[in-house]
């Protein structure tokens, strides 16, 4: 039963500030998981690449393109679950060490993926690397909020999500520079080259380039994998080495009201990033007619200023409470996107790029404030948080067809609007806890 008593674990700014960040003790394991999320933050954002990349080497549509996402983060919602239940009778490390197995093993079906010229094989790889990427954030989320003290939990999951953008910088310059060949055909010259017969191996050219980094990606995650293997990791609170102690089960979970509205506030979040993200570069492209590798390198710009505002929302948490500064940054981005949607072009453009900087603190946040009060919940919950990430997978491609169908991408911008007026009414009120009796 629920009490009507909200839950005392929110601190107050002062003791927010004396509260260590870091656990004592245990730096290497710490640091080999926060480094997870520069890893996964890679893939995640070359995928906004790959939308541009495969529009033009499979000569796709919109809509099309967006099945990437699709893919991508359905491999997260069906993979959530399985993770959390390794992870509830293995522990969080054997979740590390199989998310990142998979994650390389997808990495490398880009190759035979890129031989086949096959786009339904590459939505498979991703598929993969992101089955791979759930067990990692459904073991990392919940690893970093609970490995040190809880009253700086928020802000400890912060600063290691923090590096998250790093890795989403990373991907976007790496798939800038080394996907992008700058060669953009205009429909005189496709035409031109499928009448020499030379349109068919430019295409392959182009879906070749796609190779080398994700090889290189599949290398890095084995390696990592290899590390946390032979690294001792911590015993975390809620982790259970007997099969007889209480593990939480998920119909307990139907009397949080926070958590639930956590999931809500997760889904949407997660489809506002990933739609703003995806379509940013073409947005680029329609409203200022820059080349896509001008256009790469705002998208690259846009993920810097996500990064900039991990670290200082880490900070700002010290003296304002995590819930009121999110709802306090979801209304500003509502009236960034609104600008963004009314008034396309290089204002529109600048506007869209600072919804990144105000963004970075939900995903963090929301986690985080999730999982308070779940106890033995606590795993399940981390998994259907993580299971919400198929947000990105529903509203990606809704964008993209709202985009063809009003023949404007500015409008489907609209569909983040909406997300972030959600995120504010849980940031200011749907946030708060009522513990189970």
């Not at 796609?210 to 809620?238: H, N, S």
């Amino acid at each position: 039963m629920l009490t009507s008593t909200p839950a005392t674990s929110a601190a107050v700014p002062s003791e927010r500030h004396d509260a260590p960040l870091f656990p004592s003790g245990n730096f290497l394991p710490f640091f080999l998981v926060t480094m997870l999320f520069f890893l996964w933050g890679i893939p995640n954002n070359l995928n906004d690449v790959l939308i541009r990349q495969f529009m033009k080497s499979f000569a796709i549509t919109r809509f099309q393109a967006g099945l990437i996402q699709s893919a991508f983060y359905m491999g997260y919602f069906l993979l959530a679950m399985p993770a959390g239940l390794l992870m509830r009778r293995l522990g969080y490390k054997a979740g590390f060490i199989t998310g990142l197995a998979l994650f390389g093993a997808g990495a490398f079906l880009f190759w035979p993926a890129a031989l086949v010229g096959r786009y339904s094989f590459f939505l498979f790889a991703l598929f993969v690397i992101a089955s791979g990427l759930s067990f990692l954030e459904t073991a990392s989320n919940p690893f970093i909020a609970q490995c040190g003290d809880p009253q700086t939990s928020e802000r400890r999951l912060n600063f290691s999500q923090a590096f998250n953008p790093i890795g989403s910088i990373t991907g976007v310059l790496v798939g800038t520079v080394f996907i992008f060949s700058g060669i953009e055909l205009s429909p005189q010259q496709i035409s031109t080259m499928q009448a020499a017969h030379q349109y068919e191996a430019y295409l392959r050219q182009e879906t070749l380039r796609v190779v080398r980094p994700y090889a290189v990606l599949g290398l890095v995650a084995f390696a990592w994998a290899g590390w946390i293997a032979v690294t001792k990791f911590p015993a975390i609170r809620g982790e259970s080495s007997s099969a007889q102690e209480p593990h939480g089960k998920i119909r307990h979970l139907l009397g949080y009201r926070h958590f639930l509205l956590a999931v809500a506030a997760q889904f949407l979040y997660v489809g506002a990033q990933v739609g703003t993200w995806s379509y940013f570069i073409q947005y680029v492209q329609d409203y200022t007619h820059q080349p896509e590798k001008v256009a790469g390198y705002f998208l690259t710009g846009t993920l810097f200023a996500f990064g900039i505002g991990r670290f200082a929302s880490s900070y700002l948490m010290k003296f304002v409470e995590p819930s009121k500064l999110m709802g306090t940054y979801s209304l500003i981005n509502t009236l960034l996107i609104l600008v963004g949607v009314f008034v396309p072009g290089w204002i529109g453009l600048w506007a869209i790029f600072l919804t990144s900087f105000f963004m970075s603190l939900m995903f963090p946040t929301i986690f985080a404030l999730g999982l308070k009060g779940l106890g033995d919940n606590t795993k399940i919950g981390g998994s259907l948080l993580v299971m919400a990430i198929v947000g990105g997978a529903v509203l990606t491609p809704v964008m993209g067809l709202i985009s063809e169908t009003f023949r404007s991408l500015a409008v489907a911008y609209l569909v983040p609007l909406v997300s972030y007026l959600f995120i504010a009414y849980y940031g200011f009120s749907g946030s708060k806890v009522h513990l189970a009796k």
